[in-house]
Structure formats: C-alpha cells, structure tokens
C-alpha cells in the first residue's frame, strides 16, 4: 500500500504524552529527553511497568543509586529486556540519541512477538537500521533532532497508526473521532487536504478487496470521519471560529469574516507611536487606519499610495521627510511610518511583494527596532508599496487605534494557505545591509523561502 502523506502536524501540545509521565510544554519542548525520562515514558506507554522479579543486587550500575525512582525504573528496563542488566553505567540523566530511542521502543513494541522486523528486512543486518526503517515506513520520525516535542509526536504518531490498521502514520487519520471539532481543526485549507488525504487512503484500503473485518471497521469509522470533516467545514464556512473566540469586532468587520467564511488572525502587529512627535503620531495612525476593513482578494493587489490618497489625502500633515539621503519639511511627513506598520504583518501573513523600498536612514526611535530591515517608505509620486494576495483565501485588513495608551494594532484576518510560516532577521551584514528570509511551508510538505534585503546609509 502507497504512503500517502500530507504532512499535516500532529495535534499534540494538549498533554497527550503526559499520562506517560513525559510532560511537554513550551519551556522544555525543544530541550533532549533524558534517558531516565525516556525509558520511564517507553514503559508506561507499553504498560510494561509490573515490578521487576530481579533483586536490587542484581543489578550493577554504578551511575545509579539503589532505592532511588530512577534504579526502580532501571529494574523495569531489565526486566522487560530493555536494558541490558549486566552494564555498569547508564548514564541516566544524559540525553537520549534517537537510536537508543528506537531500540527501546521496538524492544518493548515486539517484546512477545517473533522478530517481525527481521522478517520485513531480511537482507538488512544492522538491528538499529531496521528500527529506524520501520520508523520511517510508519511515518513516526518528525524531527531529527531528539526532543520533548518530537518525542511526544513520535508517540501520538504511532498510536494513531495502531488505531488505524497499523497504516502508517497520516494526519488525515485520527486518534479519535471526538477529536474532529473545530477547536482542533478551524484551517479550512487543512481541512481540505486531511479529506482528500482520507479519500486516498479509503481508496487504498478498499482496493485490497476482499476485506477483513478489522479492514471493513476501518472504512466504515474512515467514512464516518469524513463526513464529520465536511460537516466541520460546512459549520465553520456558516460561522467562523474566530467570532467563536473574539467578540471584540466592529460590526463591518464582523459581516466581513462571516461572508468570506475568515477563519484566524494570519499575523498581528502593534506599533506604539507616543515617543513620535505630533505631525507623525497623526500622519501615521491616519494613514494605517485607511486600511481599516480592506479586503483583498485572492490575486488582487495592494496599491498602497492609492489606497490612502483615493478618498481625501489632505487628511494628512506637514512634516519631516526622509528623501534623497536627507531630511526635509514637506508635506506628508510620518506616511511612511504608516507604510511600515502595515507591510510589517502583510508580509509576515504571507503577501507577496511586488514594489517596496526601505528608507535611506533608518532611526531606531521612530522605526520597530526589531523589526528593522522592514521598514517601507511611500511618497508621489513614487516610491509605493505594492503588494498582492497570493494566498488562497481573502484577506482582511483589521485597524485598532487605542488613544489613550498611543497603540496602533493592525491585524491580517483570513485562511491560512500555510502549515506554518518561519523568519530569520534581522541578519546584519557590511555596508548597513539588513535581510529577512522568510520560510512558508505549505500543507503538501513543500517550502517557499524568500528573502528580502534592506540596505541604508545609516543607521541610528
């Protein structure tokens, strides 16, 4: 059977692997698991956790205090073949390799059964090549490096293929129907590639006619799920998850995600404008709330300039400007600020950029200094900022203005078209170069990187 993959990431995070007394949380996630901790979460994964017949001078490891949790767990180890009884030293607080991860996991998997994985790869010698196949045939191995995260996925990955004919591991398959609820589940972009990954697997399974019984349960709880998904779909399209959590919208934008079905907040960035002086807090926060409740859709692009001078661009002040290397009264001055509070979460939601430039100086108390390198400067009848929606979903511009604490917020509401989306910046290099590379990785497994680069003739 083909291994349809939709490398759609496990919903863990919730405390799946804590029964097993792995607790992950953000502190600890990507930190190495100690050999004890592995060991101990291996043996109540597999309920191998009966106390050992063997008596505590039987055993002699010399890392490892008698009458301690971790020599009972040692114990356990021995007694279910795990660990070898006879060695000195454990290193028990050390970190466990991936290896030694597999070799434990398969030990306590196929601890009554006749070495079925010799059986899979007879001309493959090497016992831990074999695990580490048969991992990777199961679709269990998330990550290369070892830690909380993907060993907790490692875990939920192979109890979801066990509850599914010991297909291998794909997010299209769930662990339990109840977990088919929108507060798993609310990307429709996601939704749609877990139903045409459900689909090809039922087409796989049902193929292998005739079916065993367990065969015929599995498309039979395999349908019922995709029915859930479309009906999920179906709820969410009618009313949105976000107006699930947030009732903080004005009633345009509300009608607006209801009508397009907008599910999430792609990015969120706040500016805090008080240090500016007067001209610029107004130009700056006028400009940014002519985007309040834009919707783009798919395709179509941001035209910056007009955007904000289509209606009445005397809305604005006079000035200081930033042009030709300089500083000048002029009118306008502090527009481009506004400019930059808005690429800022365009680009990190995903927008493409069409037409953008960095000013020629760039000043840490008028500029985000974290951010940097992503400042955008428009002004007549050129430089603009253009940019369009290459995503597969509307997107809707969200302003708020609190006066009193001088805090503009500008939000990008839509569908998220990607699993995940990752930045490096800001990355200096000589002569004031600034670059962001930006990684949007795609729910068919597939990265987009670009990088954009801002060069200045100072920096202060």
Not at 183 to 198: K, P, S, V, W
Not at 229 to 254: G, N, W
Not at 346 to 354: F, I, N, Q, T, Y
Request: aromatic letters at 12%; glycine letters at 6%.
């Amino acid at each position: 059977m083909a291994n349809a993959q939709f490398f759609v990431s496990a919903k863990v995070g919730d405390g799946y692997s804590a029964p097993f007394g792995l607790v992950t949380n953000t502190g600890n996630e990507d930190l190495p698991v100690s050999r004890i901790k592995a060991l101990e979460s291996l043996l109540a994964y597999f309920g191998k956790d009966k106390e050992s017949a063997l008596r505590p001078s039987a055993l002699s490891f010399a890392d490892v205090r008698p009458k301690t949790k971790a020599y009972a767990t040692l114990q356990k180890g021995c007694s279910a073949g795990v660990v070898d009884c006879g060695q000195t030293n454990f290193n028990p607080f050390g970190n466990i390799s991936q290896a030694d991860f597999l070799d434990w996991f398969f030990k306590l998997k196929y601890s009554n059964s006749t070495k079925p994985l010799e059986t899979r790869y007879p001309s493959t010698k090497k016992e831990s090549t074999r695990h580490w196949l048969e991992a990777k045939r199961l679709n269990l191995i998330s990550s290369e490096a070892f830690t909380h995260k993907s060993a907790e996925e490692f875990l939920y990955r192979h109890s979801v293929s066990e509850a599914n004919l010991g297909l291998p591991y794909n997010s299209a398959l769930s662990l339990k129907e109840a977990d088919i609820n929108a507060d798993h589940y609310h990307n429709l972009t996601e939704i749609d590639t877990l139903m045409q990954g459900l689909r090809t697997i039922l087409s796989e399974v049902e193929g292998s006619e005739p079916l065993s019984s367990d065969q015929q349960k599995f498309v039979q709880k395999a349908m019922r799920e995709l029915g859930q998904f479309e009906d999920l779909k179906a709820s969410l399209v009618a009313e949105p998850y976000i107006l699930k959590e947030r009732s903080d919208f004005d009633s345009q934008i509300t009608q607006l995600i209801r009508h397009f079905g907008l599910q999430e907040v792609l990015y969120r960035f706040s500016y805090d404008y008080s240090a500016n002086p007067a001209y610029r807090k107004h130009n700056l926060t006028t400009g940014v709330k002519k985007m309040h409740a834009k919707l783009l859709m798919p395709g179509e692009i941001l035209d910056y300039w007009k955007q904000i001078s289509d209606k009445n661009l005397w809305d604005f002040k006079y000035g200081w400007v930033i042009a030709d290397g300089g500083e000048k009264w002029a009118f306008g001055g502090g527009i481009c600020g506004s400019a930059t509070v808005v690429f800022i979460p365009a680009w990190k939601a995903g927008l493409e950029v069409l037409e953008r430039r960095n000013h020629s100086l760039f000043y840490s108390d008028l500029y985000p200094k974290a951010e940097i390198g992503l400042d955008a400067t428009v002004y007549r009848p050129k430089p603009n900022l253009r940019m369009r929606n290459s995503l597969n979903s509307p997107v809707l511009f969200n302003v708020n203005d609190d006066t009193q604490k001088q805090v503009i917020t500008i939000e990008v509401i839509g569908n998220p078209t990607y699993k995940s989306t990752t930045f490096e910046g800001p990355l200096f290099s000589k002569g004031n170069v600034v670059k962001w590379v930006r990684h949007l990785e795609g729910f068919d497994g597939n990265v987009v990187t670009d990088t954009l680069e801002s060069r200045y003739n100072a920096i202060y």
